[in-house]
C-alpha cells in the first residue's frame, strides 16, 4: 500500500488539516465509499473485458477513482478520519488501480511498459510499508504530490485505453492522455523520493 494511497500512511500533509473525531469509529460515509470502490472492482473489471462494454467501465472507473478524493474531504469536513479509514482508503485504492491497469493491458488497451511504472512502484514501495508497519508499527506521512500524481495518472490511463478502444474522439483521447501521463509518472516518482527520505529518517529514530 503505497503511502499517498497506501498501507503505510498517517497524517496527511495535505495543505487541509486533517480534523479527527473519534478514529476508533468503523461505519463512517468515509469508510463506506471504501468499501464501495472494493465491491465495485469485480463490476468494472467484467465490463473492461467485455467487448462492447468498455465505455461503461472506463466510465465506471472514473467513478470510483473520483470516490477517493471525496471521502478525504467528507472525512476531514465531518470529523470523521478513522484508524480503519487510514488502511482501507489506501488498500482499496490500490486494488481498484490494479485491476483496472491489469484489464486494460489484458484489452491490449494500455501498453505493459507504462502500467509496469506504475505497479512496479506501488509493488516496491507497498512491501516497504508492510515491513516497516510490522516492524515498527509507524506509518509514513501522505505527500501531497503522490496524491496529485495519482490523479493525473488515474485520470490519463483511462483517456490513453479510450482511445486505443476507439471509442468516440478516439485521437483527442490518446493525445491528451500521452501529453499529461508523463506529467503524472514525473509527480508519483518524485513523492517516491520523498517517502525513501521520509523511511530513512524514521528507521534512524529510535524505535
Not at 121 to 133: E, N, T
Not at 168 to 188: D, H
Request: hydrophobic letters at 55%; glycine letters at 10%.
Amino acid at each position: 500500500m503505497t503511502p499517498e494511497d497506501g498501507t503505510a500512511t498517517s497524517r496527511s500533509t495535505d495543505p487541509i488539516a486533517e480534523e479527527q473525531g473519534d478514529t476508533s469509529a468503523i461505519l463512517t460515509v468515509p469508510n463506506l465509499l471504501s468499501f464501495l470502490r472494493i465491491l465495485l472492482i469485480p463490476v468494472f473489471v467484467v465490463l473492461l473485458l467485455h467487448h462492447g462494454t468498455e465505455l461503461a467501465g472506463l466510465v465506471l472507473v472514473g467513478g470510483v477513482m473520483a470516490t477517493d478524493w471525496v471521502d478525504g474531504y467528507i472525512a476531514r469536513r465531518t470529523h470523521s478520519v478513522s484508524e480503519l479509514g487510514k488502511l482501507l482508503d489506501p488498500v482499496s485504492d490500490r486494488l481498484a488501480i490494479a485491476a483496472a491497469i491489469i484489464a486494460l493491458v489484458v484489452r491490449h488497451a494500455f501498453p505493459l511498459w507504462a502500467a509496469l511504472l506504475i505497479l512496479g512502484r506501488d509493488a516496491g514501495v507497498f512491501l516497504v510499508g508492510v515491513l516497516l508497519l510490522g516492524s515498527r508499527g509507524r506509518r509514513l506521512d501522505v505527500r501531497f504530490i503522490g496524491k496529485v500524481g495519482t490523479l493525473v495518472l488515474m485520470t490519463t490511463i483511462p483517456m490513453i485505453a479510450w482511445g486505443n478502444l476507439d471509442l468516440p474522439f478516439a485521437s483527442a483521447m490518446t493525445a491528451m492522455g500521452w501529453v499529461f501521463f508523463p506529467v503524472g509518472i514525473l509527480e508519483y516518482y518524485a513523492a517516491t523520493a520523498l517517502y525513501m527520505g521520509d523511511i530513512r529518517a524514521m528507521l534512524r529514530a529510535p524505535a
